[in-house]
């Protein structure tokens, strides 16, 4: 009975997860948002696991997009988990954590850079449309990812989505991209909300570009 028991609460809580990462892969997004066609997916099309999260942002377009293009290692870092990333060797940052501000010598973005990801590590801009779309992939990988982040304007703020397609390269790894997936969407919703905090902070007048006062916290 007690065995019963433990395996009816042990596969209550495993439907609970599996619920919970299926609704966290389509996270503040609309139904348009989900099915909508967006620049990568034609990248990957045979993606096992597609994710899209969404965030409203009281911000134009135009002022959302600097702070995409300044990510990166040694650039303005992810805006996640700053204390996590730099503990696995992805988290040196230009300004010792995720930039509080829009950095100027980062705003060069073109076609077919690089985005460091860590020192042996990197993404290459595959798609690049400012202020409307940024697409970055991680090219010969045995995981395959396409990352596209899409801005749209919405009233006076601006609608961030962002899209996550994986796939593994190799067949014994395609077990392994579920658990990948459910990660990343952890420190993406971390990096929503931060970067949604600092640009409307920058915006309303609090924030500005140039050299930080203080070492950014995470």
Do not use: C, K, N
């Amino acid at each position: 009975m007690a065995t019963r028991t433990v395996l009816t609460i042990g596969g209550g809580l495993l439907a609970a997860v599996v619920v919970a990462i299926r609704s966290g892969r389509r996270a503040g997004s609309l139904p348009s948002e989900v099915t909508a066609a967006w620049p990568g997916d034609e990248l990957l099309p045979d993606a096992g696991v597609v994710s899209t999260h969404t965030v409203r942002i009281a911000a134009p377009p135009g002022a959302v997009w600097p702070w995409l293009v300044q990510m990166g290692y040694g650039r303005g870092g992810w805006y996640a988990i700053d204390r996590l990333e730099r503990w696995i060797g992805a988290g040196d940052f230009l300004d010792g954590g995720s930039a509080r501000r829009i950095v100027p010598e980062l705003q060069d973005l073109a076609l077919g850079d690089r985005v460091p990801m860590s020192p042996t590590v990197h993404l290459v801009v595959a798609h690049l449309d400012p202020p409307r779309a940024l697409v970055l992939v991680l090219p010969d990988r045995p995981i395959a990812w396409v990352w596209s982040f899409v801005l749209s304007p919405d009233g006076d703020g601006t609608r961030l989505s962002v899209r996550t397609r994986t796939a593994a390269r190799v067949g014994w790894l395609r077990p392994v991209v579920p658990l990948l997936d459910a990660g990343h969407l952890v420190m993406q919703g971390v990096q929503l909300h931060r970067l949604r905090r600092r640009v409307e902070r920058v915006g309303a007048g609090t924030g500005a570009t140039g050299p930080p006062t203080t070492r950014p916290r995470d």
